[in-house]
């Protein structure tokens, strides 16, 4: 047997493998919802999508400023919004 044709073994070998290796949970096997559960639960809870332009600054802090409080961008932004409106009052 050649040198080139044990290659060509391995690789199909390896092919192989890789088509009955199952999706690794990194890409989100069973672990996200998809869009229409999730959408479902939005709604039970009350909450409907509301998009805004913002300037790349501001997003950037936002987005900080929840990895700094190890909290979700949503729930950061509903915290912000409702000091900000009770302020006003």
């Known amino acids: 047997m ?4 044990l290659y060509k073994n391995l690789a199909h070998k390896v092919d192989s493998r890789m088509k009955q290796a199952g999706t690794p949970d990194r890409f989100a096997q ?14 039970a809870k009350g909450l409907i999508p509301f998009a805004v332009k913002l300037d790349a600054e501001l997003a950037g802090e936002l987005r900080s400023l929840a990895a700094a ?3 979700g961008l949503n729930e950061l932004v509903d915290e912000l919004l409702r000091k900000g409106l009770a302020a006003d009052a």
């Open 2 to 5: 050649k040198k080139t044709d």
């Open 30 to 43: 069973g672990a996200v919802l998809d869009r229409k559960e999730q959408r479902k639960l939005d709604q």
């Open 69 to 71: 409080r190890q909290t």
